[in-house]
């Protein structure tokens, strides 16, 4: 699904996206985006907790800079949704491997959804 992460690039299903994504286990792609640039709060999550996921990924960027407030892992962790925040690089690889194994169960495609900061 994700094809490459750089600096500032995301590929996902062949199509380049240059601003920050929120990937869901459909393939659907949309924009993400932030009160404030680098700090991750419950607003900036809080449609993807909506879909009622199993899992969200959170990439920090290429460097880790965004940080995710103690107030985003406790909203998340309380609706008994796993929670993976990671260097977005890292983040993506994880994103991957959760829907491949998710194709090989037979029947059980596993609600995850990326949320991805693709700069610092």
Known sequence: MIEEY???????????????????????VLKWWRKESHVIDVEDVKR???????TIIIGTGQMGIAKVTEGVKKFIQERRIRLIVDK???AVKT??????????????QRKVIGLFHLTC
């Open 88 to 90: 977005t690089e890292e």
């Open 6 to 28: 750089f600096f500032g690039s995301i590929t996902i299903d062949g199509k380049i996206y240059n601003h920050d994504v929120e990937v869901r286990w459909n393939s659907e």
């Open 95 to 108: 994103f991957n491997i959760i829907l491949e194994e998710s194709e090989e169960e037979e029947g059980r």
């Open 48 to 54: 993807a907790v909506e879909q009622n996921p199993e």
